[in-house]
């Protein structure tokens, strides 16, 4: 069965957000995750839509796109290695 894609996850663990920008506001806190310039971002759903989507389907860190067998595995691995 494949990983929800759903932009109100949190990319880095399993909690859900009401809302996209409480899901941004959550990772912020959390992980110190980043977005450099944001006011930029036309699709912001779009963007985290593909970052979920490298993490829980192609299982790649965002960071130093090394490649995982499962998406807990890139999951755990961006969270220890603070590549959030």
Do not use: W
Not at 16 to 25: A, F, G, P, V
Not at 46 to 52: A, E, K, N
């Amino acid at each position: 069965e494949l990983p929800e894609i759903d932009p109100c996850k949190s990319l880095f663990d399993y909690h859900n957000s009401s809302t996209l920008e409480e899901n941004i506001q959550y990772m912020r806190q959390t992980y110190s995750f980043f977005i450099p310039d944001i006011e930029f971002i036309v699709d912001l759903e779009g963007l985290i839509g593909y970052c979920s989507e490298k993490i829980r389907l192609g299982r790649t860190c965002l960071y130093c796109q090394k490649m995982f067998a499962s998406h807990e595995g890139c999951m755990k691995h961006m969270r220890d290695k603070r590549h959030c």
